[in-house]
């Protein structure tokens, strides 16, 4: 008797340990989706963005396990070269997602700067993030205070890939600046540039990036460096003239060196996808962000005034792809 009672538990319990992984073999595979998204250096904020992105996703994900509103999406955010770097790599079907700046998202949407963008019509925007003031970084004894002064100087003009590659060959050619007028242009990446200011090896360099971020820090609170203004002519007929530029001011005491504001022009990080990606892992991206939007603004200072009525409006020159579209008018946003 006793024996037949465990065996028929044993039987009872076999069936369900079958059932429970013929569950999971079936379940598990077909549900899980792999996403990445391009960002920056690891210094600068992009890298900040995808990650907090990835990071709102896995909690849904975690959340969504116990609730049972599941979407099996994992994410991952690895350091890449830039904004024009990422629009290619989506274009390309090797990124599902990546951040870029609001005038390459225009470039590469309308086709108006191929030489230095991917021409990519199916680009998609999802929101736009923080802004992005363009700064001329200048070492502590440089005595560099315009853009003229960089004539004969060492400046890093960054990686090709990065955005502000892009946007200081803009203001090269505004000022009619060739790269044989600086002693050397040099064509390090965001991680690299601040070092190499710092150890007297460049003048100066061009970032486009948020305030504050960590990049910018190493040297201005590490060696003394400074961030010009560029508010003259060329700069007020670049930002009359392009949609996507706009005139920032850096605070006085954002970092130790910035002793009054600094006014310069700039675009704005914007977070962009592919028309081929599909509406259901767009929608339930876009989703993760938005319902945890607090947790996001806390992961970085550069994140603190994300409004969503301006996320979903400004500096968007690619339509909203479908899936976000969808969420944001579940919110009434739209
Ligand atoms: N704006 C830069 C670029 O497009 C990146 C800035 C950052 O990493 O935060 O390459």
Not at 183 to 199: F, H, V
Not at 291 to 298: M, Q
Request: with cysteine.
């Amino acid at each position: 008797m006793t024996k037949k009672l465990t065996y028929s538990i044993l039987a009872v319990a076999l069936v369900a340990v079958v059932v429970v992984a013929v569950f999971f073999i079936a379940e598990t595979p077909s549900k899980s989706r792999f996403i990445a998204i391009g960002t920056g250096g690891p210094t600068g904020v992009y890298f900040v963005v995808g990650n907090a992105v990835c990071r709102m996703v896995h909690k849904e994900a975690a959340e969504g396990r116990s609730s049972g509103r599941k979407h099996g999406i994992r994410c991952s955010a690895p350091s890449t070269g830039g904004s024009t770097y990422n629009i290619g790599q989506i274009a390309e079907g090797e990124l599902d997602f990546g951040v870029a700046q609001s005038d390459w998202q225009y470039h590469a949407y309308n086709g108006t700067a191929p030489e230095k963008v991917t021409d990519f019509k199916k680009l998609r925007s999802v929101f736009s993030v923080h802004p992005e003031p363009y700064q001329i970084i200048v070492g502590t004894d440089s005595g560099i205070e315009s853009w003229g002064d960089l004539k004969g100087k060492r400046f890093n003009i960054g990686n090709p890939g990065s955005g502000q590659r892009g946007t200081t060959e803009v203001l090269m050619d505004a000022y009619g600046t060739k790269a044989s007028d600086f002693a050397i242009a040099t064509e390090l990446t965001s991680t690299e540039q601040s070092k190499a200011l710092c150890d007297g090896k460049i003048d100066a360099y061009g970032y486009t990036v948020g305030v504050p971020n960590a990049g910018v820090s190493m040297a201005t609170d590490g060696c003394g460096a400074k961030i010009i203004n560029l508010k003259g002519d060329i700069e007020k007929r670049l930002v009359e003239s392009r949609s996507y530029y706009a005139f920032a001011t850096i605070p006085r005491g954002t970092y130790k060196t910035t002793d009054s504001d600094v006014t310069t022009f700039g675009v704005m990080a914007t977070f962009v996808t592919s028309a081929d990606v599909s509406e259901d892992v767009v929608y339930e991206v876009t989703r993760a962000v938005f319902e945890n939007l607090d947790d996001f603004r806390a992961l970085h200072p550069a994140f603190a005034n994300l409004d969503p009525k301006n996320m979903i409006r400004n500096a968007l020159s690619a339509p909203i792809h479908p899936g976000a579209a969808k969420y944001y008018k579940e919110k009434g946003w739209m």
